[in-house]
């Protein structure tokens, strides 16, 4: 070992030897060529400390070269590279860095250096290639070890990650300093170490491997890894500059970013580095052109790296994009491929370019052109096939519009494309057009305060003044001085002047003249030379040269002593020149005269470019105008369809509707609160994203107002919330009221300033409209439903304002002002204390009393609504409310009987009775009762004998009668029995403190057995107090001597004789009162139900059976079991020909079912009807009860068979594509493979009994409308005996034949061959019959697939194996009868009930009840009972 240590120094000393960069470790062990260096001492891993020390020990005395003596130790540590411990591994590599770094310290000097040897120039190249080759395989080495041991020390299920080594821990920073080593010496000029300059390939190699080694490292793109990323990107950023690295960075940036998805961020900043800091631009091309000839075949398939080819591209876009301009070209060939997610980095790239480099006004002609070709190509993508591409190129495109670079002759087309993507199907496309909308809003160049009705007026008026202006100019002469026009004849006339000369000799010539001039005198005489220069002028003018040139030459003969002609004495072509430039631009002191004969001048140069500016200003005016027409249309039409976005199931297009209402209220955009006041309801969500949208919406818009002091703050709060009140429906102010409380309740500043000037618009201490006084009253009641004093502590400034002597001049200001008190009763908040009521003494009610009996006689457009208020507020606020309601009811009475009977003998007797009733009130109550009785009497009468009764002060006394009843009601279920309960709390709490605490002995003794009859005891009360208010509606409200009672006769008889009572209000009055009346009791209910099903039915005045039906259903909701035998009549109503009454059926009908009031039954078949209604609307709630009905487990594949076979039945008449469209909503809720293969053989068993074709061919359709399965199918096949006699049909053939079609997409090839051989079958039979097609051959056939299925049933013909697969346990819905599919008609005619009015109050009235045959007690079932069976029933 020592002589070869010896001979190895030897060596080194004479430097006979050459070492060159191995392609593999290993080939240094190898013998090479002439003088190439060879490993001979490969050290065992026992030896490599001590030899390590050695190294160590030399580096400090021999310096950096001592690397070519101890080469082998360091080699030895890659050849035991999997053996050796880190501990080596790391000090070696340090030992390499501490030499890489010496030879970066002393290389500079001898490279500086002319008068150097050539064998220390070879020294010195060997150590840098040894040295830098060992380092950078060692690093290779160790980032593989930490890679490695980074899986295995990862975090496990527990989250806890293992120990990791100290060695690894310090990777990162070792790392950074090997970077920093190579960076510093490959900075240096070092190819001159080698002769001619020319570095081996080899030896780059060496460092690029080690480089790419480490970006593969997944953590390479974390932040914490910057700095290792900064040093592997300059040192590359080197090598490629001065190592001829370019084209093998460029290959190797494609090769990782096919395997490595991570590096896309790494490489997008490295080329980025490269081509700017480096120079070296020819890598973007390179690179560039190495994606762009990716064919795209091999980009779709998975694996080829074309999302990080995509995102690469994206962030280098972003990085550099004026450098991609120029490779553009290669990348936009993919924009016609087939990998949608490179079409999106290409558009991504196209945006970039737009947003950095091509904007602006100062671009050349060809940026423009650019420009203009990129966003063309951008355009044609939002149209792409791919919903991702069409996504991105919005986001692109509101990129753009946010920079401002998008050019405004593109405005209108791009936004009417984002329009239209609003109804895409894909949810990311709809809320990236609708985030592009509101970045066209929020950067807009016109003005969006006005709406289009306003700027179509503004654009009419400028645009009129704009065609007058042209009008205008076009009349005046052309300004063109006379010099100009000289000029430019004067080439021309010169010929003519001379050909004329030429000519003037000639008799011939002379003839032709006289000729010519008898033309150009034209019959006139020339009367001096004047006018003969104005004539010449003239002809000069329209180009009339020869005519001009010979009557100037005739002139001169005919006026020698004119001075304008003294000039042509001796006639040469000069002085015949000048003397028509004298006559054509005149002398200077002859202008003012010439002016006058002569044409117009033109004006100043000045005033012309005066009238030109005004004009190219009008225009610029005018297309200003029309474009900002064009976008606020288009404004408007976003905001509409944005609207409608508001309420669909995806949160975050909700989100975004939301944000973009937000959006352009906070612009001021016209029609902007429309949609603000329609997303109010969703606070109601059930969805807190949405709900905390709203409330954060309204929020921002209201609840932050900006101004200088709290007062402007304040004001400008009320101000915002009083506009978006003004004209709102009262839904939308319950709304409002959540927003406001929580406002309220949350303790801002602004509370107590807010209320002030809320209170002094009330008043009328600030100047305001009727609108926002009443807005005022109604935010002071939603304040004061947080706090009660706000309104409670000025209870008497409410009622001298708006309940005072003008109450009548303003019932809207009295209803709202009743809603306002209203909000400080218990019911709004929990209170477990007394109940808060005020005594019946009180002004309040003293007021509303006056204000109800003064306007019930009166004919006010608003009195009824503050009526249902002020009742309310009664029953809720008021001690004893029972009888002031009794007091109201006894006045109003009185006052419109004294309009009624005024002057007649009636009225002398109503004047005793008031007496009387007067008098009661001081006596006692049961005088009052019986007078009070004998009063209404002879009220009923009056009005049934007469003729003159004012029929809208009738109609608004039954109101009112209504609402007592409906309230009365509700005071004693609600507040009397939770004042009962109430008391019975406080009474067993008392009894339970004066038990003492001797019995808690006996109560622990005992506490099971008392804490159970507690609980009876407890549960009995609560009945016990239930039953007393059933008992009291029963008996006592509608009493012989109560007041209630004796409006009832009134109310049926009115509602009995629409001929006698035909008035609209009454009749409505009427029938809703009769309503509330029977809500009091089931008897009443009962009695009266007949009646009102008849005046649903048979009323001729729409509103009547609109209400009326609102009625029911809050009467179905009271008493189910009552109303539950007229539920067909419910159900006849979405039949109704009036689109109101159908609108509010489906409503009504909606609520029932999903609250679980109604069964589900065969009558919604006519909610299904409704899906094609031509009302849009009633559309919408069709397919909303349908949505909702569907959330219910297996509701609608229950009822699907009955709907198929009451909408398809021959009666009713419903077209073929109405039938379809109506199915394929339907069959859309089946979506269970379970519920498909029921389906299947259930509609298929309904083939057998179907009377006719169009039934066969609506059977075929639900079919094909199925999401059929593969058990699907299977079921399909074993029906193939309930339709194969039908396939005969078009209609029936041509469904099942889609049906199969549909099955063969993508499925695998056993069972496509199914499909085909079923396919054949079925073509088979439809051409030639079945008859001719089943065959013995064919039975076999199935009797083998039968076999292959089921062996058990091998030998059963194919009835009953079809049986036999449905399983003997359970019988199949096929076994039932065969008239399953239609209603079976009647045999004999059962005699209907005849329901008919009566004007004639004597006419007797047939009982119209419905019988217990009758009425329909379940839904109609899928399969019938036979005839004899119903017979027998």
Known sequence: ????????????????????????????????????????????????????????????????????????????????????????????????????????????????????????????????????????????CLESDSYRHSFITAPGKGGKKAKTSEGFQQWESVRERVLQALVQLLQLDIRSLWNLSLIEEEFTSCVTCCCYKLLENPTISHVKSKPTRDGIIHLLGLLIKKYNHLLGASLKVIQLLQHFEQLSSVFAQAVSVWSTEYGVRAIIGEVMREIGQKSTEELAREGSGVKAFSSFLSELSALVPELLIPNISVLITHLEGESHTMRVAVCEVLGDILVRVLCGDGLEESSKADRDRFFDTLQEHLHDTHSHVRSRVLQVYTRIVNSKALPLCRYSEVMGLAIDRLIDKSINVVKSAIQLLAAFIAHNPYSCKLSSTDLEKTLEKETTKLREMKAKLHGSAPVIKASELWAAMEPELRVTVGTELECLGDSEKDQQEKEEEADVDDGK????????????????????????????????????????????????????????????????????????????????????????????KQERLVQYLRETETFALQVERAISVINSMLYRKTTSVVQEAVEFCVTVCEFSVANSLSGVRKMLPLVWSTDSAIKDAVVQAYRRLYLNPQGDTNRMKAQTLVDSLSELMIDASLGTIQCLEEIVQEFFGSGNSLQSTVVQVLWGRFTGKTE???????????????????????????????????????????????????????????????????????????????????????????????????????????????????????????????????????GSEVNKDVAQTQEGSQESNEQGEPQFLSCQCLFFHMLLCHVFTSLAVNCVCLAQLLALCGRVAFWQVSHLERSVSSELRRRRGETEQREEKEKGPSSKAKLTANESTMEEELGLVGASAEDTEAELIRKICETEL????????????????????????????????????????????????????????????????????????????????????????????????????????????????????????????????????????????????????????????????????????????????????????????????????????????????????????????????????????????????????????????????????????????????????????????????????????????????????????????????????????????????????????????????????????????????????????????????????????????
Request: aromatic residues 6%; hydrophobic residues 40%.
């Open 1 to 140: 070992m020592d002589d070869i240590a010896v001979n190895r120094t030897a060596n080194i000393k004479g430097m006979s030897w050459d070492f060159f960069v191995p392609v593999c470790v290993g080939d240094l062990l190898k013998t090479g060529g002439i003088n190439q260096y060879v490993v001979q001492d490969v050290v065992s891993p026992k030896q490599l400390p001590s030899h390590l020390n050695r190294f160590k020990t030399a580096l400090r005395s021999q310096g950096p070269l001592c690397i070519l003596e101890h080469f082998d130790t360091a080699y030895s540590v890659l050849q035991h590279t999997t053996s050796v411990d880190l501990g080596v591994k790391e000090d070696t590599l340090e030992l390499l860095v501490q030499v890489v770094s010496s030879l970066s310290t002393s290389l500079p000097s001898l490279l500086i250096s002319a008068a150097v040897s050539a064998a220390e120039r070879k020294e010195k190249l060997n150590a840098v290639k040894m040295s830098v080759f060992l380092l950078c395989k060692i690093t290779e």
């Open 525 to 616: 005489e020339i009367e001096d030379g004047r006018a003969t220069a104005v004539m010449i002028a003239q002809y000069l003018r329209v180009n009339k040269y020869r005519n001009a040139v010979r009557l100037c030459i005739k002139a001169h003969s005919r006026f020698p002593e004119s001075g304008m002609f003294s000039s042509l004495s001796t006639l040469t072509q000069e002085t015949l020149m000048d003397t028509l430039a004298l006559l054509f631009k005149g002398s200077d002191e002859d202008t003012s005269e010439k002016s006058q004969n002569l044409p117009p001048t033109p004006p100043k140069g000045e005033d012309k470019e005066a009238v030109d500016a005004e004009l190219k």
């Open 768 to 902: 305001t409209s009727v609108l926002y006084k009443r807005a005022a009253v109604l935010l002071l009641g939603m304040a004061a439903r947080a706090e009660r004093e706000v309104v409670l502590s000025n209870l008497d400034t409410l009622c001298s304002v708006a309940l005072g002597e003008k109450v009548t001049e303003d019932f809207l200001l009295a209803r709202d002002t009743v809603i306002t008190i209203c909000n400080i009763t218990d019911h709004v908040r929990q209170s477990r204390g007394a109940p808060f009521r005020l005594p019946q003494e009180h002004q309040l009610f003293t007021r509303l009393t006056h204000a109800i009996a003064e306007g019930a006689v009166m004919e006010y457009p608003h009195w009824e609504s503050f009526m249902e208020q002020a009742v309310r507020l009664t029953y809720l606020l008021a001690e004893s409310p029972d009888q002031l309601c009794s007091r109201l009811l006894q006045r109003t009475a009185r006052l419109l009987l004294d309009k009624i009977a005024e």
């Open 1038 to 1433: 509608l009493a012989e001597e109560n007041l209630l009672n004796a409006f009832l006769p009134l109310l049926v008889k009115i509602c009995s004789s629409p001929g006698h009572y035909s008035h609209p209000q009454l009749t409505t009055a009427a029938c809703l009162a009769l309503s509330q009346y029977m809500m009091i009791s089931p008897s009443v209910c009962q009695e009266n139900a007949r009646l009102m099903f008849t005046v649903l039915e048979r009323s001729a005045l729409p509103v009547v059976r609109a209400n009326a039906i609102i009625a029911l259903g809050d009467l179905t909701v009271r008493f189910p079991n009552i109303l539950e035998p007229w539920t067909q009549n419910l159900y006849a109503r979405l039949s109704d020909e009036v689109s109101s009454v159908r609108q509010m059926a489906v409503t009504v009908l909606t609520q029932l079912v999903l609250k679980d009031v109604l069964k589900v039954k065969g009558q919604v078949s006519e909610v299904a009807a409704l899906l094609i209604d031509p009302e849009p609307h009633i559309t919408s709630l069709a397919l909303n009860f349908f949505n909702e009905l569907a959330s219910k487990d297996n509701a609608i594949y229950n009822l699907l068979p009955d709907i198929i076979s009451r909408l398809s039945d021959p009666e009713r008449g419903m077209s073929s594509e109405d039938f379809n469209t109506i199915m394929k909503q339907l069959f859309s809720y089946i979506t269970k493979e379970r519920q498909t293969e029921s389906l299947v053989e259930k509609l298929c068993q309904r083939f057998r009994t179907a009377r006719t074709e169009r039934q066969w061919c609506d059977l075929a359709i639900s079919l094909s409308l199925l999401s059929m399965c593969e058990r699907g199918f299977k079921r399909l096949q074993e029906c193939w005996e309930c339709y194969s006699d039908k396939l005969t049909e078009p209609g029936v053939y041509q469904p099942l034949v889609a049906i199969t079609t549909k099955l063969r997409r993508g499925a695998k090839l056993q069972f496509k061959s199914q499909v085909d051989d079923f396919e054949k079958r079925l073509t088979a039979v439809h051409t030639r019959g079945l008859e001719n097609v089943e065959s013995p051959e064919m039975d076999e056939e199935n009797q083998k697939e039968g076999q292959a299925t089921h062996e058990s049933v091998t030998g059963m013909p194919a009835r009953a194996r079809a049986k036999s697969k449905r399983g003997q346990s359970k019988p199949s819905v096929s076994s039932r009868s065969d008239d399953s599919f239609v209603t079976p008609q009647k045999t004999r005619k059962s005699k209907k009930p005849v329901i008919t009015f009566s004007s004639d109050e004597e006419e007797a009235e047939e009982d119209a009840v419905l019988t217990e045959s009758e009425t329909p007690k379940v839904t109609t079932p899928i399969a019938r009972t036979s005839r004899r069976a119903r017979l027998r029933n």
